[in-house]
Nanobody, 123 residues
Framework: VQLQASGGGAVQAGGSLRLSCAAS????????VGWFRRAPGKEREFVAG????????TYADSVKGRFTISRDRAKDTVYLQMNSLKPEDTAVYYC?????????????????WGQGTQVTVSS
């Protein structure tokens, strides 16, 4: 499975971006997917996750109410809609497929990772 993350960019605080994570093989549609991010000088952190069928979603407290994760299984694509962006959301965002049908907040539970897409939010 190869993952291609896209949609990053530079926006002002309060703006929005939608990230996409496209998988190369259909088998990924049976797995949970997570978004993580790594800010400069910080460790990678969990942002949001979604189950194989989209019925279950999980968010980090820092993004609850602002970010929405969704997936289109027919297109093998997972999205992260990011609204009300803040400068502290600035990071490289990575998507990854879970080893199971559900997402996890723990990065070691993911076996395939995309290359990352940069999100920069200015104040």
């Amino acid at each position: 499975v190869q993952l291609q993350a896209s949609g990053g960019g530079a926006v002002q605080a309060g703006g929005s971006l939608r990230l996409s994570c496209a998988a190369s093989k259909r088998t990924s549609s049976n797995n949970g997917v997570g978004w993580f991010r790594r800010a400069p000088g910080k460790e990678r952190e969990f942002v949001a996750g979604i189950s194989w069928n989209g019925a279950s979603t999980t968010y980090a407290d820092s993004v609850k109410g602002r970010f929405t994760i969704s997936r289109d299984r027919a297109k093998d694509t997972v999205y992260l809609q990011m609204n009300s962006l803040k400068p502290e959301d600035t990071a490289v965002y990575y998507c990854a497929t879970s080893r199971t049908s559900y997402s996890s907040t723990v990065s070691s539970q993911y076996n395939y990772w995309g290359q990352g897409t940069q999100v920069t939010v200015s104040s």
